[in-house]
């Protein structure tokens, strides 16, 4: 069971990332090409994630937008932090 946890707390924020990619406006108006969000994905995916939600046109990331990407980058720290203490802990 707590193999399963981990396994959506790594694979989970990739799914909504791409799925945010594909079917929304979102990611392209807060990315510019394709590199950073690419790699967005691949190693810190709540961040990219949690900023492409807050990021407004116009503005950019105002208060509210940088706590919510803080609590992504949180997020990011505890998925990897964690994932080898689930392991261990067999």
Known sequence: MCCIVALMGLI????????AWLFTNEVHQAYNGFLVPALGV?????????????YAPIQGLDGLGIVVVGCGVALDIATYVGSPKARSAN
């Open 12 to 19: 989970g924020p990739r799914i909504a990332f791409i799925y």
């Open 42 to 54: 691949l190693f810190l995916p709540w961040t990219a994630l949690f900023y492409a939600i807050a």
